[in-house]
């Protein structure tokens, strides 16, 4: 076992940092690229729409097979094919002529991404002294949390000067640079007690199923609801059913389903379900609209949303500690509640606005809400389960962010009446609209979190190893490694 304080250590951790990082930061530059990605491979909002959910749809369905893959075949080596895979695909994703490529590329980036993710966290906790595990992830989830902060202005600037192309293909040379790395200074581990099987049926299932249903939401308003998305819908919807049969039946499941059970698990996983819903489809919408409406700069659209990092970097682990005192449910319902009235305020964003007096206290609102909303969320998922199935409920607490992004970002666009009639990028007529319907989310959110989650909560009989919870939650960036612990 690692100590923190050595230099083993510090390189294992700045290896995973850098691994997971790289996902991160890809994250966070996509959206800035979008009316760039539209006027060079004319794409219509429909196309800019997969190429946001792509990538989530097939994170979102295999992240926690991702996991499961580490356990039973070793963390540093899935850490190794997820890396090589990311690389290459982001290359794809640079090189793609038009948007059916980069859609398809995308597609194959989440799958990457799936391995990637799960295995960095993993690595960390399986490697470290129980001692030190704690400052370990701490640290692993700050610094993860300074690459978020670093990915708007360094995709902004990259669009600028080179082309949106180089968004991507930034990730090949850093690929590289972690494969080394981690050969070098990451040691192998697994789980002698992973299930001898993996849930391939359970992972199918629910990737079809979101695939379906995401067709549908996406191309069926877009064209009149044709015969294609009608059946698609239908498929996808049969096949959610049959994850839950699969599940229900598994002798190793992949999602065990008595996890449900708890009213405080599925009430925070469905609180989680619509708040990230509310962000995802905030940070889709604002960011192109600051560009195509309000003439922002891809550099000034990606560093808009700065002061929200930074403020969740600084202070998300004071909000958990300050939960762990008086329990999830008010900061939850409370947080949930300030995260509704900063995304309504970016409804107030209209050509002449300043960013000062329309986007920055939106901003700001939106991080205080998110700042006291997502580590007291995570403490609350986390001890509704037993220390044995902390991995897992934390993963599907991450695979329910990711879905509720991609479910928002693949239903708001035409709930808000913006569909490729009005333009692929004139958002001007639903922006407000959007916002309002993004707001409601969070407002969904903040209702179901006052009636489901406890008052108070036994913090400190939940752990992972020795390691108290809460030092999983010290920014919005660890909350979406967390399935990452998957593999712990």
């Known amino acids: 076992m690692m100590r923190m304080r050595t230099a083993a250590g510090r390189w294992l951790v700045a290896v995973c940092v850098l691994a997971s990082g790289i996902a991160f930061i890809d994250g966070t530059v996509v959206n800035a690229a979008l009316p760039a990605i539209a006027a060079d491979l004319d794409a219509d909002l429909v196309g800019l729409q997969w190429v946001v959910t792509g990538y989530l749809l097939t994170l979102s369905a295999f992240v926690v097979l991702g996991g499961s893959l580490g356990d039973r075949f070793g963390r540093r080596r899935v850490l190794l094919i997820g890396l090589a895979s ?6 794809f994703c640079s090189l793609a002529p038009d948007v059916t490529v980069l859609i398809a590329a995308r597609l194959v980036q989440g799958l990457a991404a799936a391995l990637l993710l799960p ?3 993993a690595v960390i906790s399986a490697s470290f002294d129980p001692r030190d595990r704690g400052a370990a992830i701490g640290a692993w989830s700050g610094l993860g949390g300074i690459a978020g902060a670093v990915g708007p202005f360094l995709g902004g600037w990259l669009i600028t000067a080179i082309s949106w192309r180089a968004v991507f293909l930034i990730n090949v040379p850093l690929c590289i640079v972690a494969v080394v790395l981690t050969v070098v200074h990451v040691p192998e581990t697994l789980d002698p007690s992973a299930p001898p099987r993996l849930d391939l049926a359970g992972a199918s299932s629910l990737a079809v199923g979101l695939g379906g249903v995401v067709y549908a939401l996406i191309e069926g308003p877009a064209t009149g609801w044709p015969t294609t998305a009608t059946v698609a819908g239908t498929v996808g919807v049969l096949s959610l059913v049959a994850f839950v049969a699969i599940e229900r039946r598994s002798r190793h499941p992949m999602v065990p389903l008595d996890l449900f059970a708890s009213r405080q698990f599925s009430g925070a996983n469905a609180t989680t379900l619509f708040v990230y819903a509310s962000l995802g489809a905030t940070t889709f919408f604002v960011i192109v609209y600051l560009q ?8 000034a659209a990606g560093a808009a949303f700065l002061p929200l ?3 969740m970097v600084a202070f998300s682990a004071r909000s958990g500690a300050f939960a762990q005192r008086i329990g999830p449910r008010w900061p939850m319902t409370i947080g949930s509640f300030v995260v509704a009235v900063g995304v309504a305020l970016f409804a107030r964003v209209q050509p002449g606005v300043s960013y000062v007096s329309g986007v920055l206290p939106a901003t700001i609102v939106l991080g205080v809400g998110l700042t006291i909303t997502v580590a007291p969320l995570t403490t609350a998922v986390l001890a509704a389960v037993a220390d044995s199935h902390v991995g897992v409920g934390s993963a599907v607490n991450n695979a329910v962010a990711r879905i509720g992004s991609l479910l928002a970002v693949a239903v708001l666009p035409a709930a808000a009446g913006l569909t490729d009639a009005a333009g692929a990028l004139d958002l001007s007529d639903g922006f407000a609209r959007a ?3 993004a707001a409601g989310l969070a407002l969904i959110g903040s209702v179901v979190a ?4 406890r008052r108070s909560t036994p913090v400190a009989e939940v752990t992972v190893g020795n390691v108290d919870v809460a030092c999983l939650d010290p920014g919005v960036l660890a909350s979406d490694a967390e399935p990452d612990a998957a593999a712990v």
């Open 435 to 437: 916002m309002f319907l």
């Open 86 to 91: 990311f690389g290459v695909t982001s290359m």
């Open 309 to 311: 990092t930074l403020f």
């Open 292 to 299: 195509t409406a309000l003439g922002y700069s891809p550099l």
């Open 450 to 453: 006052c009636l489901t989650v």
């Open 119 to 121: 295995s960095s966290l």
